[in-house]
């Protein structure tokens, strides 16, 4: 077997080192910049023939991404690399799993053909799967989905005295019942209506449940945070212990982890998009991700 040659996509410097350590693999050099026009150059430093890449990219904010990360597969398969994978720790668009107003595009369905038809195989963690039941529905090549949940339960474990684990909706039950169950903790789900890209309400059954220990919600995204900041308001409504919000993948779009720290939460993630807020490092889990899709060409 030849050593894997790990390709970091622009702004995935810390995983890319950080996976190529695990996996015991050598880091590909690859000249990235754009033109005066804005197009991308890109140039292969490294030989690549016969050799299988792990090319690493994180989706959040995917738009500007996706060009020069299928412009990196297609160079490398003319270049002669037996084996392109790919390292999507946060995988982009999969909340867009319906068509729920006629006319709409689906664009997980159209991400997936893309990434499908330009690399060979695929990990992530923890990707929205909500109307799919897996990746397997919409992606064509072999797929390995890691998660988080042992990882926040550790964490969860190590620095939480007296946790009480919430989901925020009901989407969110599949990782909470998972975490609590690992610590040994209770939890509740809150129940979500969402008005509009950022209109959400959230509201609780029995306000009793969330009155005493720690509250610590656990969630897959932080986007506009408007999820989280709804249930924390909700929360410090009826518990004077500063709640905790953990999720797996810190998007923030609109300063959202500004609006969360002036709410009174303290957060928490996951390094699947480079944050301050990162305590929990995915790059095991990972590694033993693309280990089960055998390296190897
Ligand atoms: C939705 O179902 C997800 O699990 C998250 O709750 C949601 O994506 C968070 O989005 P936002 O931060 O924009 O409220």
């Not at 991308?40 to 792990?54: F, G, I, N, P, Q």
């Not at 500007?64 to 668009?93: D, N």
């Not at 009155?211 to 900041?229: A, Y």
Request: aromatic content about 6%; some cysteine.
């Amino acid at each position: 077997m030849t050593t894997p040659l790990v390709i970091g996509m622009p702004g995935n410097d810390a995983m890319t080192l950080a996976l190529a350590q695990t996996l015991d693999a050598e880091v590909g050099q690859v000249e990235f910049r754009s033109f005066p026009d804005g197009e991308t150059y890109l140039r292969y430093l490294t030989d690549l023939s016969e050799r299988t890449l792990v090319v690493i990219c994180t989706l959040d904010r995917p738009n500007s991404k996706f060009l020069p990360l299928l412009f990196a597969a297609a160079t490398a398969r003319e270049l002669g690399a037996a084996k392109i994978g790919l390292v999507a720790p946060y995988l982009a668009y999969m909340r867009q799993d319906r068509r729920f107003k006629p006319g709409e595009a689906v664009t997980s369905r159209q991400i997936a053909l893309l990434l499908s038809n330009a690399f060979d195989w695929l990990v992530t963690i923890d990707p929205h799967l909500h109307r799919y039941s897996s990746l397997g529905e919409i992606y064509r090549i072999p797929t390995q989905v890691v998660h988080a949940a042992p990882l926040i339960s550790e964490w969860i474990r190590a620095h939480v005295e007296n946790p009480l684990i919430i989901g925020p909706d009901s989407e969110s039950e599949q990782w909470v019942s998972s975490v609590a169950k690992d610590v040994g903790a209770p939890y509740t789900v809150l129940e979500k209506i969402r008005h509009g890209d950022r209109d959400v309400e959230i509201t609780v059954r029995n306000p009793n449940h969330l009155k005493d220990r720690t509250p610590v919600l656990v969630d897959d995204i932080i986007s506009s945070g408007r999820t989280m900041i709804e249930a924390v308001r909700l929360i410090r409504a009826r518990n004077s212990t500063t709640p905790i919000c953990i999720a797996v993948h810190g998007v923030f779009a609109d300063n959202s982890d500004q609006l969360l720290a002036h709410a009174g939460a303290r957060v928490v993630t996951t390094n699947s998009i480079l944050h301050d807020s990162n305590v929990i490092d995915v790059t095991p889990a990972l590694a033993a991700g693309v280990r089960k899709l055998e390296v190897s060409p």
